[in-house]
């Protein structure tokens, strides 16, 4: 019989192979913001529509891309069989493509609400990550994502790309400050 206690160490242990793995959604958020960077880029240099385009198809690289930045930082980018939250990793990168069905809805009627609607998308996304990694980090970020999605939506100046640009430095600023936390941690870890 197992007890909740643990059943709580468990969680705790799959969390920190999370983290450490992952250096705290490191790489790929690091990946996404410059993957958002570029896709406002995009629709300023190109076209709004190939902005949007290539935010949606670039969203697809992230996880590959994700995994070979991290083996190239000597990461392993893999965690145990044993571990329980690897299947709601999975589970939480396929909501993202699911609701940008919404934002496909929204962009027929409010086109300049693309990357507020996507921003809001990535930031619910985030919400799991709490979980999956035992972070608190990830709750400002989705509640961040979140608030700039809707206000720039509801308040913004109409500026298409403005969404694009403020994601991506979110993004990439919370990438550094969770590889950080982990990288305090494990240093901690190594000095006990």
């Not at 609701?99 to 919400?127: D, K, R, S």
């Not at 990439?172 to 990288?183: Q, W």
Request: glycine share 12%; aromatic share 12%.
């Amino acid at each position: 019989m197992v007890t909740a206690k643990q059943k709580v160490t468990r969680v705790s242990n799959d969390q920190k192979e999370m983290r450490s793995a992952f250096l705290g959604g490191f790489s790929g958020q690091l990946i996404s913001g410059l993957i958002w960077l570029a896709a406002a880029g995009v629709s300023v240099l190109i076209s709004e529509q190939y902005g949007m385009a290539f935010l949606f198809f670039g969203c697809m690289a992230i996880f590959p891309l994700t995994q070979l930045t991290l083996r190239m930082m000597g990461r392993s980018a893999k965690v145990s069989q044993e571990n329980g939250l690897w299947a709601l990793g999975s589970q939480i990168a396929f909501t993202v493509p699911l609701n940008f069905l919404l934002v496909g809805a929204i962009i027929l009627y409010q086109p300049l609400w693309f990357f507020p609607a996507a921003t809001i998308v990535v930031g619910t996304h985030y919400l799991p990550f709490i979980t999956l990694y035992g972070m608190r980090m990830f709750g400002v970020l989705a509640v961040l994502l979140i608030f700039c999605g809707a206000g720039l939506a509801l308040y913004g100046p109409p500026i298409f790309s403005l969404g694009g640009w403020l994601t991506g430095a979110i993004l990439i600023l919370f990438a550094l400050i969770g590889r950080a936390i982990v990288l305090s941690e494990e240093k901690s870890i190594g000095e006990s």
